[in-house]
């Protein structure tokens, strides 16, 4: 007699048809996490929308003389941006010393709030997948390289492929001479 495991999405209770169609997310921090992070399993189609909700968030540390440890703040990219009030934010940050990186302990993170990891567009498991901010020249490389695999992958992720009849996606990708290649007209 043989068995058959039946998988379901932890979020909606939705059947997984194919193991494939799971996807691991694991909670690092949540207001209801007392012991750590947890793993749950979501259809990727539940999921799509998750980059699109995500915050712009900025981790500081306030050392004050007056205080033996630097107090840990986050906040929305925006309202630290409007704490420059005489030059851009962006000018006084590439203008600003540099410091050595350290390690920020997981309960330090999760007790500031929940910090999203920096993404890296220009690599091949992120490339092509919608996001705020700049298109780097590595990302549209890549992109222009092997937009088949990447839309791929993305189709398989149940998130937008990039779309040669798209004004905005050639733009953005640099993808003129790729959809002139294959008889795109932009629409």
């Known amino acids: 007699m043989g068995q058959k495991i039946i998988r379901f999405s932890d979020l909606t209770g939705r059947h997984a048809e194919d193991e494939d169609q799971l996807v691991r997310v694991v909670v690092r921090a949540h207001p209801e996490l007392a012991d750590g992070p947890v793993a749950i399993e979501a259809l990727a189609g539940e ?18 003389p007056d205080a033996e440890e630097p107090e840990t703040v986050v906040m929305t990219a925006e309202a630290f941006d409007r704490l420059a009030t ?68 993305l189709a398989a992720e149940g998130v937008r492929t990039v779309d040669l009849a798209n004004p905005e996606h050639v733009a953005r990708y640099g993808l003129e001479e790729l959809a002139a290649e294959r008889g795109v007209t932009l629409g």
């Not at 999921?47 to 004050?64: K, M, N, P, S």
């Open 47 to 64: 999921l799509a929308e998750v980059r699109g909700l995500a915050l712009d968030l900025v981790t500081i540390e306030l050392h004050r």
């Open 86 to 153: 005489v030059t851009p934010m962006a000018e006084v940050l590439r203008g600003a010393e540099r410091v050595a990186a350290r390690a920020v302990p997981v309960q330090a993170a999760a007790a500031a709030g929940a910090v999203r990891e920096r993404v890296n567009y220009a690599s091949p498991e992120h490339a092509g997948r919608p996001h705020k901010g700049r298109t780097t020249d590595a990302e549209k490389q890549l992109v222009r390289q092997h937009l088949d695999r990447i839309n791929e992958r």
